[in-house]
Structures are given as structure tokens and as C-alpha cells.
């Protein structure tokens, strides 16, 4: 495609932006710039690259990309989700205090909780389904809300808008992860956000190949400090993981409808089934989310989580499943099915665990590609097996 694909539809922007066919071949795809460092024309002339920590045309591609799809000013593109939320974090100071809602992915709390409170750096964990919980927590020193919506696995949903309104009344920022949904689905910025991340790792890349997270700011002076950060710190993602994902980008959409329509056939499988107690997915229309979710995003996503009672149920349904895989993370084309008390929030404290509600009897499904027969077929065999 020839010029600037910025006012084009999301699918049309997912392929073209930041990729222009490559200047020296014509290549219609962004090659893998697999280099370390860039020879200068004569000393104080390059050609804008100088050494890739800093700099590589590949990441450069992705990050234009991802920026563009999440309308914000500049992307950042780093080794894995967490990279992405540790030179986020470089926002605060000593001292300073971050809101963050209650039920995060545990390795962000394990993170904020076990190694940034012991640089001086303070957190409230609050119920954000409820701004007024956000409201109440802001201190003096709150220089940060932090959320995601929804939530994993408990699938709570926040008001985004209610979010930034109250941070920028009290001088921070608003950070929205928005692994779940994608920026075909929801768009933080638009609704008042400051910097969305992403654990690139997830939809963005889609099929379970890659590691790699990504940072979008709204604002040139938290994108200038990334940047620094970025090449101060260098956990930067590589050009080859920067091509996969720019790959996988390619097809979001089309993916994203799939998992959706997939996901509508588990859900109401799930919620007929006399052996599930309970099915919490914010498409349901007696979700609390619901409508909001409605509201604030285009779409429901594919994770769901269903309740069979108690650990021993949900262990005998997992270990009979076939089709799909009994394994961590999420957002690939295969059908993951895992236990997030034993798995994906193991390292949430059990008092923590059991003030959330994330029970021992949840499974969380993130719903893939398959033919949805298929996927229900193997559901109905695991539960039949689960006692
Ligand atoms: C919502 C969310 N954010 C961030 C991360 C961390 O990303 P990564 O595993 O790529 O470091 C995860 C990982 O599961 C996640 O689910």
C-alpha cells in the first residue's frame, strides 16, 4: 500500500501500518532486520540507526503498528509483558503511590507487591468495578491508576471513562492493560486513557510463539520517557519476535470474530451444563459488566470462567481434556483451559485469593480457533469423566 494508512478502517490499518513496502526490495513484508548495529556514511551522518537496543527497523514497524491501532502518539515494544510494565513503572518516583484493581494478572501483583514496594513505591488494591473504591483510595502521592478490564479470571469489568476522570482530577495517569480485549475490541485512549499496555505475548500475536509485551502513550512526554527507558534498561523485544507479532497482527480481526463466535457456543454450553455452578463471562446479559462492557468496547472477548464446585472437580475435568490444552496464558489460536488458583494466580495469597472470590473449583477457558463442535464435544466428555 502506498501512503499513510492512518485514516483507513482497523483491519486496513493492522496490515499496512508502519509497514510501507520496504524501500531497498519492494518487499511487501517488513523483513526481520537481524542485526546488532548499523554502519554510519561518515561520522556524524547515519541513516537514523545507530545500534538496535535503541533503534531497529523491525520493532520500529510493530511499534508504529500497535500505536496506530490503539490511536495513541508511540509504541514501545519490549521482551515480554512484564518488560513492557516494569519501564512503565519507571513513571513513579520514591514515595509515590499507585491505585490498581484488586485482581490483576498475578504476576503484575507479584511484581508491584514483592519488588516495587521495596523501592518506596506504595499501592492500594481496590474493587475498581466501583470508580467510587478508586475515588476513595487517592492520596496525596497517587500518581497512578492502574487496571485492567475485564479481568482474569474473575472477568470483572471497570468503567474506563469513571477511571481517568478521577485520576486526572488528582494529577495522574490513567494505565488501561488491554491484553484481553485487543484494540479490535476496546480502545482505551479514546476514553480518556494515558498509556495502554500489552502483553503481546496474547491476542496481538495469537498464536502461542512468542513472548513480548508493548507500551502506547497518548502523550509525547511519556513516550520520550519509554523510549529512554527503553534503551537505558534494553529489555527490548527482538526483530524476529517483532515480525511474528506484526504477523499475527495481520489477521486480528478476523481472529478476534472467530474467537468471539466460539466463545458464544462455550458460553452457552457451559451455562446448560448441570455439573457448572456457575459461568461468569461479561457477554451474559446478567453479568454486572454487561452493559458497561457494552458501553466502553465493541465486543466480549474469549475468556470465560466456569465454577464445578471444588479443586477435585476441576482437577478430573482438566485432566480429561484432549482438544484442548491444559496449559497457562491465553489469545492463541489453540483452546487453553487452565486452574488459575493453582496456575496463573498461584502467587496471589490465598487470604487474597479467597477475599476475590477466585474459588478453587474455577477453571478459565481462553476460548481458540478450533471448530466450535469440537471444542463443546470435548467439554461434554471432560465433565461427564469429572464425578
Ligand atoms: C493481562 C496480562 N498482562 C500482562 C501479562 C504479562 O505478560 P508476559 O507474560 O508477556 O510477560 C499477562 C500474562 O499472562 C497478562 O495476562
Given at each position: 500500500m502506498k501512503g499513510d494508512p492512518t485514516d483507513l478502517g482497523f483491519s486496513t490499518r493492522?496490515?499496512?501500518?508502519?509497514?510501507?513496502?520496504?524501500?531497498?526490495?519492494?518487499?511487501?513484508?517488513v523483513p526481520i532486520y537481524?542485526?546488532?548495529?548499523?554502519?554510519?556514511?561518515?561520522?556524524?551522518?547515519?541513516?537514523?540507526?545507530?545500534?538496535?537496543?535503541?533503534?531497529?527497523?523491525?520493532?520500529?514497524?510493530?511499534?508504529?503498528?500497535?500505536?496506530?491501532?490503539?490511536?495513541?502518539?508511540?509504541?514501545?515494544?519490549?521482551?515480554?509483558?512484564?518488560?513492557?510494565?516494569?519501564?512503565?513503572?519507571t513513571l513513579l518516583e520514591t514515595g509515590e503511590h499507585a491505585v490498581v484493581s484488586r485482581n490483576v494478572y498475578g504476576g503484575t501483583y507479584r511484581f508491584f507487591h514483592q519488588v516495587l514496594e521495596r523501592y518506596g513505591l506504595a499501592f492500594s488494591w481496590v474493587d475498581?468495578?466501583?470508580?467510587?473504591?478508586?475515588?476513595?483510595?487517592?492520596?496525596?502521592?497517587?500518581?497512578?491508576?492502574?487496571?485492567?478490564?475485564?479481568?482474569?479470571?474473575?472477568?470483572?469489568?471497570?468503567?474506563?471513562?469513571?477511571?481517568?476522570?478521577?485520576?486526572?482530577r488528582h494529577g495522574a495517569v490513567l494505565v488501561v492493560d488491554n491484553t484481553f480485549l485487543s484494540p479490535y475490541l476496546q480502545r482505551p485512549l479514546e476514553l480518556g486513557a494515558d498509556v495502554v499496555v500489552h502483553s503481546t505475548t496474547k491476542f496481538l500475536n495469537g498464536h502461542s510463539?512468542?513472548?513480548?509485551?508493548?507500551?502506547?502513550?497518548?502523550?509525547?512526554?511519556?513516550?520520550?520517557?519509554?523510549?529512554?527507558?527503553?534503551?537505558?534498561?534494553?529489555?527490548?523485544?527482538?526483530?524476529?519476535?517483532s515480525f511474528l507479532v506484526l504477523r499475527g497482527i495481520k489477521t486480528l480481526?478476523?481472529?478476534?470474530?472467530?474467537?468471539e463466535t466460539n466463545t458464544r457456543r462455550v458460553v452457552e454450553f457451559l451455562s446448560g451444563h448441570p455439573?457448572?455452578?456457575?459461568v461468569l463471562y461479561p457477554g451474559l446479559p446478567d453479568h454486572p459488566g454487561h452493559a458497561l462492557q457494552?458501553?466502553?468496547?465493541?465486543?466480549?472477548?474469549?475468556?470465560?470462567?466456569?465454577?464445578?464446585?471444588?479443586?477435585?472437580?476441576?482437577?478430573?475435568?482438566?485432566?480429561?481434556?484432549?482438544?484442548m490444552s491444559l496449559a497457562e496464558s491465553l489469545g492463541g489460536v489453540e483452546t487453553l483451559i487452565s486452574h488459575p488458583a493453582s496456575m496463573t494466580h498461584a502467587s496471589v495469597p490465598r487470604e487474597m485469593r479467597d477475599s476475590l472470590g477466585l474459588t478453587d473449583g474455577m477453571i478459565r477457558i481462553s476460548v481458540g480457533l478450533e471448530d466450535a463442535e469440537d471444542l463443546l464435544a470435548d467439554l461434554e466428555q471432560a465433565l461427564a469423566g469429572s464425578g
Open positions: 493492522a496490515i499496512h501500518a508502519g509497514q510501507p513496502p520496504d524501500p531497498l526490495t519492494g518487499a511487501v513484508t537481524q542485526t546488532s548495529t548499523y554502519v554510519h556514511d561518515e561520522l556524524g551522518r547515519h541513516k537514523g540507526f545507530e545500534y538496535a537496543r535503541v533503534q531497529n527497523p523491525t520493532r520500529s514497524a510493530l511499534e508504529t503498528n500497535v500505536s496506530a491501532l490503539e490511536g495513541g502518539r508511540s509504541g514501545h515494544a519490549f521482551a515480554s509483558g512484564m518488560a513492557a510494565i516494569s519501564t512503565l513503572m475498581a468495578t466501583d470508580p467510587a473504591n478508586v475515588e476513595a483510595a487517592m492520596r496525596e502521592t497517587t500518581r497512578m491508576v492502574y487496571i485492567e478490564t475485564p479481568t482474569n479470571p474473575l472477568m470483572e469489568v471497570s468503567d474506563i471513562a469513571a477511571a481517568a476522570e478521577i485520576a486526572h510463539d512468542s513472548i513480548g509485551g508493548v507500551l502506547v502513550a497518548r502523550s509525547e512526554e511519556h513516550g520520550e520517557w519509554f523510549a529512554f527507558v527503553q534503551k537505558s534498561a534494553g529489555a527490548v523485544l527482538s526483530p524476529f519476535d480481526a478476523v481472529r478476534m470474530d472467530r474467537h455439573k457448572v455452578r456457575s457494552q458501553r466502553q468496547a465493541s465486543g466480549f472477548g474469549a475468556l470465560v470462567t466456569f465454577d464445578v464446585g471444588g479443586y477435585d472437580a476441576a482437577k478430573a475435568m482438566l485432566d480429561r481434556v484432549r482438544v
